[in-house]
């Protein structure tokens, strides 16, 4: 069974930090694109960051983009997201995602940590 769990959530003040974990198991880990998504109260959830197999190509979404990494470390089955300048509109449900090379779409999804950024 394909396992997707997120860790690292917490509160934290405008302009803080925050470093998101999920670690991934029942997969071949390093055949997977990896990604992170935020949904707030009220919208849609949102693409936040990707990363591919190796690491070499890596997106953001523009509000992010400046703030907040992804990273991976394929020998420890783990991707990443370390958020900083944290602002009171990066407050989500932040859920990693999993989707194969030669997938359309996003096939794993973990189960979420909240994240709250106070003003």
């Known amino acids: 069974q394909v396992q997707l769990v997120e860790s690292g959530g917490g509160l934290v003040q405008a302009g803080g930090s925050l470093r998101l974990s999920c670690a991934a198991s029942?997969?071949?880990?390093?055949?997977?694109?990896m990604g992170w998504f935020r949904q707030a109260p009220g919208k849609e959830r949102e693409f936040v960051a990707r990363?591919?197999?190796?690491?070499?190509?890596?997106d953001y979404a523009d509000s992010v983009k400046g703030r907040f990494t992804i990273s991976r470390d394929n020998a420890k089955n783990t991707v990443y997201l370390q958020m900083n300048s944290l602002k009171p509109e990066d407050t989500a449900v932040y859920t990693c995602?999993?989707?194969?090379?030669?997938?359309?779409?996003?096939?794993?999804w973990g189960q979420g940590t909240q994240v709250t950024v106070s003003s």
């Open positions: 029942g997969l071949s880990f390093s055949n997977y694109y």
């Open positions: 990363i591919s197999t190796s690491g070499r190509t890596i």
């Open positions: 995602a999993a989707r194969r090379l030669a997938s359309t779409e996003y096939n794993y």
